[in-house]
């Protein structure tokens, strides 16, 4: 079930004990001036819309797994504050630290996210630990250019990519 709020720098979620997380819900302190958004990619759907302020991410009571997330600020705080979040990631562990809507975890391995942890930092202040690898990527993506049309966007694993009976 739900585990209580942590506080920036604490780890949510368990390590070593094999267990998914199925949803999030991120909140800032009432006296900030601007807000946390975030999404998450979730087992067998793909990427969520953004969610802000304590709005729940992912499933609960589903038996999905979230595999990755993203987190960002608006606002004034976003000015002053950098967002970084990492994600330990079944099998590989603790994985590098992501910020500012950058993408944390896996896509196309299937790997449940166990814990996660969260920090703002000051703009111009280093990281808080290593940030490579943050996340995993294990689809591709390609285009095509087409007659008259130029270059189409990328598309992934199976997608049609150009056209067809034109």
Same mark, same amino acid.
């Given at each position: ?29 009432? @006296? ?17 819309? %953004?969610?802000? @302020? ?39 562990? %603790?994985?590098?630290?992501?910020? @500012? ?36 990527? @294990? ?28």
């Amino acid at each position: 079930g739900w585990q209580g709020y942590v506080k920036d720098g604490k780890t949510s979620g368990t390590t070593g004990q094999s267990k998914r997380t199925e949803g999030i819900s991120v909140k800032l302190s009432s @006296n900030a001036n601007g807000d946390v958004v975030y999404r998450t990619y979730v087992q067998n759907e793909g990427w969520q819309s %953004w969610k802000q @302020n304590d709005e729940v991410s992912g499933t609960t009571g589903q038996g999905k797994q979230l595999e990755a997330i993203q987190v960002k600020l608006t606002g004034q705080i976003a000015d002053k504050y950098d967002v970084y979040y990492r994600v330990h990631s079944q099998d590989f562990g %603790w994985l590098g630290w992501a910020k @500012n809507g950058e993408s944390s975890g896996t896509e196309g391995y299937s790997k449940r996210i166990e814990a996660i942890e969260i920090r703002l930092v000051k703009k111009g202040e280093k990281a808080p630990g290593n940030t490579e690898n943050a996340f995993m990527c @294990n689809t591709i993506s390609y285009r095509t250019y087409v007659q008259n049309d130029g270059w189409q966007g990328y598309v992934k694993d199976g997608k049609t990519s150009g056209t067809t009976g034109q």
